[in-house]
């Protein structure tokens, strides 16, 4: 089947009505404060979130990467790259999208896995606009079949490594919105064959890295929020083979390419990864939940974010010496704190929303 990349943007609609499926399956109740917490979210001033999908397999999991475009225009397409608001790719049972979405991907993303969101403020409209400009223009080109285009070099379509989420993306950026220092990279073909080496690859976290330096020398301010997977969907995809419930999935921060590919589910040990994981918990501002008990979101709260070059700074110096430890096969506790580490606990406590000022 083939895949669609997802180009998320922001809506306030409700996600879809209840019925008498289970929770947690397509078709079934969403939370019922779905629009109370987007409120709750939207007192910040953020102007995008760049979602960030963890991956679901035990072994090599890059994840899913979208974008999340406050104040555009929210509409639907059957396209290359898709509209979908916000709430209903991480919170819907049901989809605009028709019946061929798939659940846990183009939405309900949180039945299927964690979503780490990055927020960036303080971006210009007119920069906002020329990335939905982009998008738009990369659809014109998925439909016309274009080839060998100013961002890819065979016909406008995707492919998991050569014109993925994280190209697309990258590349709205780098081209739309005038990042001309962003890398992005190419992934040509190589001798003549559809063999494309995997190092050239554009992957979700490298990618995500990339971008927060960018925003940071642009002046934006950032933030996360962890949206947590709910733990309990009893739904097995019926286009996968192994037909694993939901609940039952690896929930996998998204690696970059290196030998944490080969590990099993906790055992990151390269520093790339380390460094993503510790950057993006200091950075972390809010967790939101399902309640087992209630089926409510929750939103937990109590940790400021660091500002982004002490963030970086922290997170370089524990991935070294953790990266270090783990090399020497060495009985230690870890100098960073990881965001994958803190999913399945309570991260932030359970204070009062909006008391601390958002980034500047």
Known sequence: MKRALAFVVLGLLAVGAA????????GGPPPANVEEIARVLRQ???????????????????????LAIRDQATFYTGDLMLRIPKSEYLFGTTSSLGPKAAFGLDFGEIYKRSVIGVRVYGVPPAEKAALAAFFGRINDDYHGRA???????????????????????????KLGAGYKDLEVAAARILAGR?????????????????????????????????????????????REGDQVAFKDLPNRFPSVLSRDFRRE????????????????????????????????????????????????????RSARSDTESFRRRLSFRTKGTSIEAEDNRQLYGNTDVGTQPPPR
Not at 151 to 170: F, M, P, S, V
Not at 196 to 221: F, H, Q, S
Request: aromatic residues 12%; negative net charge; hydrophobic residues 35%.
């Open 19 to 26: 019925s008498a499926a289970d929770f947690g399956t397509p």
């Open 44 to 66: 910040d001033p953020y102007d995008l979130e760049l979602l960030i999908s963890y991956g679901t397999s035990k072994g090599g999991s890059a994840g899913h990467l979208a």
């Open 147 to 173: 080839r060998k285009t100013d961002y890819h070099d065979e016909e406008i379509k995707y492919d998991y490594l050569r014109l993925n989420c994280a190209k697309t993306i990258g590349t709205a950026f």
């Open 194 to 238: 559809r063999v494309v080496a995997a190092a050239n690859a554009n992957i979700p976290t490298e990618l995500a890295m990339k971008l927060l330096k960018a925003w940071d020398a642009r002046g934006y301010g950032l933030d996360v929020v962890l949206y947590k997977k709910y733990g309990g969907s009893p739904y097995a995809d019926p």
């Open 265 to 316: 589910q906790g055992q990151y040990e390269d520093y790339d990864n380390l460094f993503a994981m510790y950057v993006l918990y200091n950075l972390a501002t809010y967790s939101v939940r399902v309640n087992d008990g209630t089926l409510r979101l929750e939103i937990d709260r109590s940790k400021r974010p660091m500002a982004y070059p002490v963030a970086t700074e922290l997170a370089a």
